[in-house]
């Protein structure tokens, strides 16, 4: 089992990651000291699968565990989600002192996070993440919330759960799309911090996608460390620091508004987006014709998609228009980002990145066209 440590001051926790630990998780609770009553928020498919064995480990301790599910969609982040379990909560709570075990991928750890932070001004919670995207990105750092008919994440907070574990073994349940996914984000930790991982990929990636232990726990640990890292020196994302985990996500989110959230996964968009952003980087000759060759070919061997099918590139420049990443009232945003005010994380070359503002809008135009495919 290897740990890291998220140091935030008194707000500090650890990242335990391991290789069928799951048995070990009640004994690590206990001495976190976080409460008795363990309220697990989950969904029908994850529960099915691991939840006697979760609730066995809980219970040799001395845990008393109530199971919340919740549907496994995107949908499930939502306001009423969250006051339903509020209320089914609240009447369960008597006398009890509850924590929340986020159980499952980021739909999740961001709602069961998000409702941690606001019952009862704040109760404590662990993140305890069956999806890589989860255990690499949004079940490290705090940042949780649910989306709202006004935007995604718009109702949120910073919040740090108790513990991160991730048991890798949890991952064989993923099917070959999702691990695609969260791979786009382990991506994304190469070409931002560390060209190590970058190239472990290049080198390992059939070993990855067959779900090979060691494999995983390598990119598992490393993708954490650069997270909690960064987490570190900019929890609330005020610093510019934070702002670099969003490689790829700018045009990225706009491809999944555009398609209504149906079409691509995260990852998938992310990947595109990705791919988007070193083209950018490359024009600007921030990055070179061989690092971006490199980003393009290692997206395109791990089975990610680098053109854009069935969106319109209007329909892309729209919802990038209303990205909260753009500040501001809504028509100003228009001026703004044809204007100047535009923001990407850019790569300048593999393990490096930066922020840059007022890329001019007809680049990025030119870059969304070269990637779109018409069917
Ligand atoms: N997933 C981006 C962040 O945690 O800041």
New binding site residues.
């Given amino acids: 089992m290897r740990k890291l440590t998220v140091n935030l001051g008194r707000r500090s926790y650890d990242i335990v990651i391991g290789y069928k630990v799951l048995p070990e998780f009640g004994r690590l609770l206990r001495k976190l000291k976080i409460g008795s009553d363990a309220v697990v928020v989950t969904n029908p498919y994850i529960r099915k699968l691991y939840g006697d064995r979760l609730e066995n480990s809980l219970k040799e301790e001395g845990f008393s565990v109530r199971f919340e599910e919740v549907p496994d969609s995107k949908t499930s982040k939502s306001d009423k989600m969250c006051l339903n379990l509020i209320k089914r909560i609240a009447l369960y709570d008597e006398q009890r002192t509850l924590f929340i075990i986020a159980f499952g991928g980021g739909v999740i750890g961001d709602l069961a996070g998000f409702l941690a932070s606001i019952y009862k001004r704040g109760i404590p919670y662990v993140q305890l993440p069956t999806t890589l995207l989860a255990q690499v ?2 079940g490290i ?1 705090g ?1 949780v919330g649910i989306d709202w008919t006004y935007g995604k994440n718009l109702i949120g907070a910073f919040y740090q759960p108790k513990v991160v574990f991730s048991d890798i073994s949890l991952l064989k349940s993923l099917n070959l799309r999702q691990l695609r996914s969260g791979l786009a984000e382990v991506i994304k930790y190469g070409i931002i911090q560390d060209e190590g991982l970058f190239r472990y990929i290049e080198k390992r990636y059939l070993g990855i996608l067959k779900l090979n232990e060691n494999d995983l726990l390598h990119i598992v640990l490393a993708s954490s460390k650069i997270k909690a890292h960064i987490v570190q020196k900019d929890e609330r ?1 005020t610093e510019g620091k ?1 702002m670099l ?2 490689l790829g996500h700018t045009i990225g989110h706009a491809i999944e508004a555009a398609t209504k959230y149906t079409l691509y996964s995260h990852g998938e968009a992310i990947a595109i987006g990705t791919v988007c952003a070193a083209q950018i980087a490359k024009i600007l000759r921030l990055l070179s014709p061989d690092s971006f060759q490199r980003i393009e070919n290692l997206i395109l061997k791990v089975g990610l998609p680098v053109k854009i099918q069935n969106v319109k590139l209007t329909e892309i420049l729209k919802a990038q228009l209303h990205d909260k990443k753009f500040i501001g009232r809504k028509n100003r945003f228009v001026l703004q980002f044809i204007g100047r005010k535009n923001r990407f994380v850019l790569p300048v070359g593999i393990g490096k990145a930066e922020v840059r503002e007022n890329v001019p809008l007809e680049m990025v135009k030119k870059v969304i066209k070269s990637r779109l495919e018409c069917t």
């Fill in positions: 990105d949004s750092g940042k994302d934070r985990l969003n």
